[in-house]
């Protein structure tokens, strides 16, 4: 049998990586060389060029791609390492089988299937090199803690949409070097995110005080600063945190870590989700998931907004419940307080960031001009530094 016929058939009994029949290059790699071999000029043609425009959506090595594919397939193989389940025997056979397979496609010349069609017209091409799949996979497989798979290997931080954990493309990509000022509050939380990578016993954490002051960009900023250590990020809307138990069953097994990042948290009187975080906190997902914390971000030391009103009721111990709504944040492990900064500490961020943005003005004009640009925005914080450093950028008045 013709050895590019007998590669098609083998890719076609991929059981492990069975998965990758649903990736539209893959698929479309497959019809055309298939095509190639067997189809008519202009339709094997046809598919040849489909399927480059494909490729070239990503990259212009099939090789490269095909790796790719292999490191982030979700499959029965990878689930079982995660775990931590035993895989010897048949199940390492077929792995072996599978990724020979898979590397022999991937380095499938070019000219091996334009040669075949034997046309007088141009024909786009695509590279191949030489890599060993089997030796970059048991790579991969020994670092899963650090890498881990499907969704999880090639993005690092997510939300909830339609009961769902969805990858987001393009996150903040603020860093650590970036933030200024709040040190000692930061290395808090950072020191809370190492123990929870290191597998040691970690806090939920609650970071509040004054709007703008870096609360926020605190969490994602450690989140980009660790995604290569392993660490994972999922965002939910306070309307969510039903949903948390689900977060819980889906990734309690994952070698990776995760944080569920809350932001803005706060609560009323009556809100349904102020029992649904209160069970969290008391213990229902620590005892769970150890590979996973809470991280919340609030404007407000009390997370339920408490009213006079609610003073004046009818409840025989209405102490005991205004106690218990006051309570709620001191059920977090960890509380880091930012607070608004003053004069000094202004300037000093207003500083930092006009050097990253390379902002050229004498530094008694730029201080000036920032205390009015504060006072005209209602206060000094981070927020309006970077506002005020951006305006000057945007304006021009740097030239």
Known sequence: MDYLKQLLLRSKTLVIFKGLHKNKVFTSFIRAAGACINGGKQEAAEEYCNFISLLYQHTDDLTELMMKLVLEDENLFILKKGEGLPTAGVLEDCLANELQTLQELSQIPCAELTARLDLDVFLPAYKTHKVDFSQVYAQRVHRI????????????????????????????????????????????VIKNTLALLSGKPANNVLLYGDC????????????????????????????????????????????????????????????????????????????????????????????????????????????????????????????????????????????????QYELEMPREELFQQAEAYALSRGGRSPRVAKQFVEYLKGCGDNA
Do not use: C
Request: aromatic fraction near 10%; hydrophobic fraction near 35%.
């Open 145 to 188: 803690n650090e890498f881990g798979y499907g969704i999880y290997s090639r993005y690092h931080v997510f939300v909830m949409a339609d009961g769902s954990i969805r990858p987001v493309e393009y996150p903040d990509p603020i860093k650590l070097s970036q933030l200024s000022n709040y040190q000692a509050e930061r290395e808090q």
């Open 212 to 355: 703008g002051t870096g609360k926020s960009s605190t969490v994602k900023a450690i989140a980009n600063e660790y995604a290569g250590k392993g660490l994972r990020l999922i965002e939910l809307k306070k309307k969510q945190l039903h949903e948390i138990p689900s977060i819980v069953e889906t990734v309690s097994k994952n070698p990776l870590k995760f944080i569920i990042f809350i932001d803005d948290l706060s609560f009323t009187e009556d809100d349904n989700d102020f029992a649904a975080l209160k069970a969290i906190l008391e213990g229902s997902v620590s005892s769970t998931a150890s590979n996973l914390a809470i991280y919340a971000t609030s404007n407000r030391r009390h997370l339920v907004r408490e009213t006079f009103s609610a003073r004046q009721g009818d409840e025989i111990h209405f102490k005991d419940t205004v106690q218990e709504l006051l309570s709620l944040s001191d059920r977090f492990g960890l509380t880091v307080i930012f607070q608004r900064p003053d004069k000094q500490t202004f300037l000093n961020v207003v500083s930092d960031i006009a050097k």
